[in-house]
């Protein structure tokens, strides 16, 4: 089955400055990869997603890139905001029914 | 908004007990999951189903579990015999045709 590796497990940035995660899954047919945003206590929440059709994909101060020779894929924020403070989740879906393996989460820490 | 719907918000239970764990999915929606989180660790898939069967089920879904759709709205997860590592946060969610899967606020059960 689908294998997603995520890092850094925590990361600490000060206000305004630009965040980067990266996962891996190890899938190739893997072809559907979303962002979540889990807030302390709080359902998950798709923040961005990306196809395999397209290498990246931008909202606002979000963006995320994906590289499917190397099976990686990254979310960028830039210009932090203390309410950028969460855990981040990144998942793979192969096609069919849509199941998403997630990777182990990412602890952003926005620091004012 | 449309969202997913879970009750109850928290229940408690004797191990060996059985449970019923509720969700509402967006109306229109095709692709009905359950998912659980552990204390601070990621979110695994427990099982999927559409066209009212199982489409795919993990190595956690054992004969302990089931899933059922009662009507047009409802999907339920039951546990038959909780054990305490049970204990974890269910989240339901659902998505329609295109792969976004929108989760539930989750229903945190405690096996005591």
């Known amino acids: 089955g689908e294998n997603v590796e995520q890092h850094p497990s925590t990361l600490s940035v000060q206000e305004g400055d630009s965040a980067v995660i990266k996962c891996t899954y190890s899938d190739s047919a893997s072809n559907y990869f979303p962002w979540y945003k889990q807030e302390l206590g709080k359902r998950p929440q798709l923040i961005i997603d990306i196809r395999s059709n397209v290498g990246e994909k931008k909202d606002q101060r979000i963006a995320v890139t994906l590289n499917k020779t190397a099976k990686h894929f990254s979310l960028h924020i830039t210009e932090t905001q203390p309410e950028d403070s969460a855990v981040y989740f990144c998942a793979a879906s192969p096609p069919g029914d849509y199941k998403l393996s997630f990777g182990a989460g990412t602890t952003v820490t926005v620091r004012a | ?112």
């Open chain 2, 1 to 112: 908004e449309p969202e997913v719907t879970q009750t109850p918000s928290h229940q408690v239970t004797q191990m060996g007990q059985e449970v019923i764990l509720r969700c509402v999915p967006i109306s229109n929606h095709l692709y009905f999951y359950w998912y659980r989180q552990i204390l601070g660790q990621k979110v695994e898939f427990l099982v999927s189903f559409y066209n009212n069967e199982i489409s795919e089920k993990s190595e956690i879904f054992d004969d302990q579990f089931s899933v059922e759709r009662p009507d047009g709205s409802n999907f339920t997860l039951k546990i038959r015999s909780t054990k305490l590592e049970d204990s974890a946060m269910y989240f339901c969610a659902s998505s329609g045709s295109g792969a976004e899967a929108f989760f539930g606020q989750g229903t945190r059960l405690t096996v005591v």
